[in-house]
C-alpha cells in the first residue's frame, strides 16, 4: 500500500465552526506533513511530525491545531477559521529515517472553503 | 521563505517535442526534487538528485544540478498529452530532524496534441 489518504475531499465550513482533516497511511511511514496551498501557487510546510512528535511549526495561526494519534493518522484540527484560510490542504508522509533519499508521498488533498 | 524560483511560470508545446523547466535556489540544500501535480490534485514524486551528483535520468526525465549556480534543470523527452501538469522543483534544506522542504512557484505545462 503506497497511498496517503485524506478525509474528507471537500469541506465548507463557517467562521464559527469546528471541523477536522483526516490523513491515513499505512506504509510504516514515521514522518508526516500537513500543507497548505493556493490557487497557482506552491505547497506551503505548516508541520511537520517525526515519529509523532511535532517537530516543525511554521508560525502556523493557533487556529490550525494538529495531532498525530498515532504513527498511521494524522488530523489537523479548524477553529474559527478565516476566508483566507480557503485552500487546498495536503497531507504527506516520508520514511523519516534516512535525509539523503527522502521523498514525501502526498495525499490528495482536502478542499477547504471558509465562508 | 521563499526558496525556489522556476521559469518558465507556463509552457505550452506540441506532443512529441521535449519540455524544459528550469529552478533556481538560494541556499544550501541536500539534495533537490522534482514534482507533478495534476490539477487540484496530491503531488506525485518524480526524481530527487542529490547534492554530489550532477545528473540523473529516469525513464524520459533527465535532470540536472549545478550547486555552483544554485541551479537545476527538469527535461521531459518525447511529452506526452499526459504530461500536462504542474512541475515543482523542491529543495530539501539543512535542518536537524525532519525533512523541510521549499517548493518553487512551479511551471504549468500543456501538451498539445
Known amino acids: 500500500d503506497t497511498e496517503v489518504t485524506q478525509t474528507p475531499k471537500h469541506l465548507v465550513m463557517g467562521m464559527t465552526n469546528k471541523k477536522s482533516l483526516k490523513c491515513e497511511q499505512h506504509m510504516g511511514h514515521r514522518a508526516m506533513y500537513w500543507y497548505k496551498q493556493k490557487a497557482k501557487k506552491p505547497p506551503e510546510l505548516m508541520f511537520v511530525?517525526?515519529?509523532?512528535?511535532?517537530?516543525i511549526n511554521e508560525s502556523v495561526p493557533s487556529r490550525f491545531s494538529p495531532e498525530c494519534p498515532n504513527s498511521s493518522l494524522l488530523n489537523l484540527h479548524l477553529h474559527a477559521l478565516q476566508p483566507e484560510d480557503s485552500a487546498l490542504y495536503l497531507c504527506?508522509?516520508?520514511?523519516?529515517?534516512?535525509?539523503?533519499?527522502?521523498?514525501?508521498?502526498f495525499g490528495p488533498g482536502t478542499r477547504l472553503l471558509v465562508l | 521563505s521563499q526558496q525556489g524560483e522556476e521559469d518558465p511560470q507556463a509552457l505550452s508545446i506540441q506532443e512529441g517535442e521535449n519540455a524544459t523547466m528550469n529552478c533556481s535556489y538560494k541556499?544550501?540544500?541536500?539534495?533537490l526534487q522534482w514534482y507533478r501535480q495534476n490539477s487540484g490534485r496530491g503531488l506525485v514524486h518524480l526524481i530527487l538528485i542529490r547534492s554530489n551528483e550532477r545528473e540523473k535520468h529516469s525513464g524520459r526525465l533527465r535532470v540536472t544540478l549545478d550547486t555552483s549556480k544554485k541551479s537545476s534543470s527538469l527535461l521531459i523527452t518525447a511529452s506526452r498529452a499526459a504530461d500536462t501538469a504542474s512541475y515543482f522543483c523542491?529543495?530539501?534544506?539543512?535542518?536537524?530532524?525532519?525533512?523541510?522542504?521549499?517548493f518553487g512557484q512551479g511551471t504549468r505545462l500543456t501538451i498539445n496534441p
Open positions: 504527506a508522509s516520508s520514511r523519516g529515517i534516512g535525509r539523503l533519499q527522502e521523498t514525501q508521498y
Open positions: 511530525y517525526s515519529y509523532e512528535k511535532l517537530s
Open positions: 523542491a529543495t530539501d534544506l539543512p535542518s536537524e530532524g525532519a525533512q523541510k522542504l521549499v
Open positions: 541556499t544550501s540544500i541536500n539534495n
